[in-house]
């Protein structure tokens, strides 16, 4: 936490927390606890999907993009409207109250008080321009169409992190230590008892496995490295949403003023977690970069701090976008999104970029906001975010891995938590008519075709009322000349929607005999 | 957050880490190389298995009792629970505090039971009824679908409000009891990962659903115990004979047949209810080959044309030959 013991010790005898700072906390933890429940049971469909995708609705950035880049509004995003109008009142509250990410980074504090020779002055000014640019980018590439660069939205980059690395991880330390475990006879019902509790509802029954899991794990590892260098350095120089809070912020009703009996003592700048209390302005800080943690408040020793409104805008500072940043950043962007689109993937990915059930392959990517809420909630961990299958501009959007996990007949859960419509909210009855993909089969590897030996489990788990792999007998003779019948699988690409089920249980070793590819 | 001094630290990771060495130091000096299951019932010679031991200690007259009761023409409840009452009654197989497995079909979660890809509801129900008058202490039912989660085949099946209602446990079956099994009887699958509690419950009562199978041809009592096995696709090489070694390493002490409704075709998945045949029928045996051999009929079969019932037959784990029987049937209503 920011306020460090030796501060503490410094200020006023038989001071406690006070409690404007301890309701900060409250809100904050409740917020992340709220954030990690809807994670942990989107997976369960014990919790609305409505609800499920609240905390990706909440964000404004998320919305102004999607219509944006989409051209369609969604009533649903019209809940953002409050953290903007949050934003109006009380500043970058959202990020110093109720953003998850936030509150991990306060959890993650390194704060030592010791000088930092990195971030002297010059830098702190240039790096907090990285936001801005950042956020200038997003709208840019979402006025062409592309939603992209929103894998930088901190909601999107803590659920993506926590589905596809965190979580997975922690499934499998508690697999390691259970099965170590299980080897000590007496252990072996307290840990049956221990694993009937946290499984299904906290850890899947079967574990999930996501391509490149360490990549995710390593981009948050840094933001909660880059910690040391400075006390939330990801939401004082990085963060896209902050950014853009911070720029409604400048018209925000209350601002922290420093009254005129401010000693400069020095110890709010000492405390304040974004830096922006500044010596050579009187210790009065930026409302686009403060966010109203009431640190300074609690580690004034004279009061002169007071949070009151004020009438006017704030002003405008040397790290605040200008035209020349807005005009670098356009060009930048515009040739970015030119160069990507040159790579063949983005037209033709290859024959396994199988998109999620109920969306359209071409307007996609001017949707999908990349929050992997879909891929939270795949009961089968089918969907998985895409690496550069469809080229480095489909980054992290959702694509669907048979080999990992089938579409299960039984759900349209990722359609109905899609905070953003890219996959649409089919019925249970329309999903199973989706066309995901269409299965072949590989007669140089299937053991019916290619070894003789029955094996059916492909049509044994086509989940078609009609199956849409069927079986013929094949007529072959052993060596000794007898001959014998083997039912031979054979896909009826027709009614084949290419929910992947019979390649994920193909008992073939590695990659299947029969396999899901393409059709649009 | 309070502080965790680097002490600290380092004192819960080499905790830590030490009791993983521990683990692994004492597995090592464990007598078995492997962590294999030994279980009283598999452990009989291989050989002529006598069939369907019923459980009690005091052994009831086995002639007063038909060896196979067949009941037509009831609601599932009163189907299921006349058949039981003419092999003798539950108690006949749970003993008074006994813990029992009820293993019905509930491989996947795509339908409701109308689709008769699952077992029907009010026949498990019935079960775990009866099985509580008996006096068994708990009771608990479970399978591991195939497609999609536990969970939604449980409810969507309504097996799981049937079971509530009775008093049942709905159990999820855990990854960690796939327990690697010999099976000394068995004359092809030597060895298997099965389910730890289906060996080692007091009883265990499967309850299959008779449905169509285009490699077994039909999928009732002995394919029914693939549930409780992990590594199910690698059974379909020889199935027959497979199945038959996993019978003789289960045994279940009652097998209950659901024909209520039958899935004639497109199975084990369904999902047309035109392939699906009304026969309210229940068959019932502590003999799962003569069960799987009766059922055979109802869809126009011999025993012998199902390569699982010529297997078990062979290694004398029930009859097949219908005329050997004491059978009854008992139409309920007119």
């Known amino acids: 936490m920011p306020s460090s013991g030796s501060l503490r010790d410094t200020r006023k005898s038989g001071t406690t927390t006070p409690r404007w700072i301890t309701a900060r906390k409250i809100i904050q933890y409740g917020s992340l606890f709220i954030f990690l429940y809807l994670f942990i049971f989107s997976a369960h469909r014990v919790v609305p999907p409505d609800l499920v995708n609240l905390p990706m609705r909440l964000d404004p950035l998320l919305a102004v993009t999607h219509i944006i880049s989409s051209r369609v509004f969604l009533p649903g995003a019209a809940i953002s409207l409050a953290v903007i109008t949050l934003t109006l009142i009380f500043g970058r509250a959202w990020c110093g109250w109720v953003c998850p990410l936030g509150t991990i980074l306060d959890i993650f504090s390194f704060k030592s008080g010791r000088e930092n020779p990195v971030l002297d002055a010059t830098n702190d000014q240039n790096w907090r321009k990285i936001k801005y640019s950042l956020l200038i980018a997003i709208i840019i590439s979402a006025l062409f169409a592309n939603l992209s660069l929103l894998i930088f939205d901190p909601l999107t980059i803590l659920y993506r992190t926590l589905t596809t690395s965190l979580w997975p991880a922690l499934d499998q330390a508690v697999i390691i230590l259970e099965t170590g475990l299980l080897n000590i006879p007496v252990l072996e019902e307290p840990i049956a008892i221990f694993d009937s509790w946290i499984r299904p509802i906290l850890l899947p029954i079967e574990p999930s496995f996501t391509p490149a899991a360490l990549l995710y794990f390593l981009l948050f590892a840094s933001i909660i490295i880059l910690n040391i260098l400075a006390s939330r350095f990801w939401c004082r120089y990085l963060c896209p949403l902050g950014g853009f809070l911070g720029l409604i912020s400048k018209a925000s009703l209350f601002r922290r003023q420093v009254s005129q009996d401010c000693k400069t003592c020095a110890l709010c700048e000492r405390v304040c977690p974004t830096g922006t209390i500044d010596p050579e302005r009187n210790y009065t800080s930026d409302p686009s970069e403060c966010t109203l943690c009431l640190e300074c408040l609690d580690a004034c020793p004279r009061s002169s701090i007071a949070f009151i409104p004020a009438m006017r805008l704030a002003d405008w500072r040397e790290y605040d976008p200008n035209r020349r940043q807005a005009l670098a950043t356009l060009g930048l962007t515009v040739a970015g999104l030119a160069v990507l689109s040159v790579d063949p993937r983005t037209k033709n990915p290859g024959p396994n970029f199988i998109r999620p059930p109920g969306t359209r392959q071409e307007d996609f990517l001017s949707q999908c906001i990349r929050c992997a809420e879909c891929v939270r909630s795949c009961p089968t961990h089918a969907l998985h975010p895409a690496l550069l299958e469809g080229g480095l501009i489909a980054l992290w959007s959702p694509i669907l891995i048979p080999r990992l996990g089938y579409c299960d007949y039984s759900c349209n859960q990722c359609g109905q938590v899609c905070p953003s419509q890219a996959i649409s909210p089919l019925s249970l009855d329309e999903k199973r008519k989706q066309i995901i993909g269409k299965a072949y089969i590989d007669q140089d590897r299937c053991i019916a075709w290619a070894d003789h030996k029955d094996c059916i489990v492909c049509e044994e788990m086509c989940p078609l009322p009609q199956k849409a792999i069927t079986l013929k007998p094949g007529l072959w003779s052993d060596p000794g000349g007898e001959s014998f019948v083997v039912q031979l699988p054979q896909v009826d690409r027709q009614s084949c929607i290419g929910c992947g089920i019979c390649e994920n249980k193909c008992p073939l070793v590695g990659e299947a005999a029969i396999r899901i590819f393409r059709t649009s | ?334």
């Not at chain 2, 449980?154 to 999820?172: F, N």
Request: one cysteine or more; proline letters at 5%; charged letters at 20%.
């Open chain 2, 1 to 334: 957050m309070p502080k965790l001094s680097r002490r600290e630290f380092l004192k819960t990771i080499s905790m830590t880490t030490g009791t993983i060495v521990f683990n692994q130091v004492i597995s090592a000096c464990a007598a078995k190389p492997q962590n294999t299951n030994s279980v009283q019932k598999i452990t009989e010679p291989a050989g002529p298995l006598e069939p369907g031991k019923p459980l009690t200690t005091e052994q009831p007259d086995q002639t007063k009792f038909p060896d196979l009761v067949v009941t037509r023409q009831g609601t599932p409840e009163d189907l299921t629970r006349r058949a039981v009452e003419a092999l003798g009654g539950m108690k006949r197989f749970v003993p008074q505090g006994a813990k029992v497995i009820v293993k019905p079909n509930i491989c996947v979660a795509y339908h409701t039971y109308e689709y008769a890809a699952t077992t029907n509801p009010w026949v498990v129900g019935a079960l775990v009824k009866m099985c509580y008058e008996a006096g068994a202490s708990k009771v608990q039912v479970m399978d591991y679908p195939f497609g999609g989660t536990p969970q939604e085949a449980y409810s969507r099946s309504g097996i799981a409000e049937q079971v509530a209602l009775a008093g049942g446990e709905m159990v999820t079956m855990s990854r960690l009891k796939f327990i690697s099994t010999d099976i000394n009887a068995g004359q092809d699958l030597r060895e298997a990962r099965i389910y730890k509690d289906a060996l080692n419950t007091d009883v265990l009562i499967n309850v299959p659903i008779a449905k169509h199978h285009s490699l077994a041809r039909l999928t009732l009592g002995m394919k029914n115990l693939m549930g409780l096995i992990r590594d199910r696709s690698a059974i379909h090489q020889n199935l027959g004979q497979r199945l038959a070694d996993l019978t003789s390493a289960l045994r279940p002490d009652l097998t209950v047949i659901d024909a209520v409704r039958m899935l004639m075709a497109n199975g084990p998945t369904g999902g047309d209810l035109g392939d699906v045949k009304d026969m309210k029928t229940v068959i019932a045996s502590a003999d799962i080959v003569a069960a799987d051999s009766y059922a055979a009929t109802l869809f126009g079969l011999q025993p012998d044309d199902l390569g699982y019932i010529r297997a078990a037959t062979t290694m004398g784990l029930g009859v097949s030959d219908l005329k050997n029987l004491r059978i009854e049937e008992i139409v309920i209503d007119a």
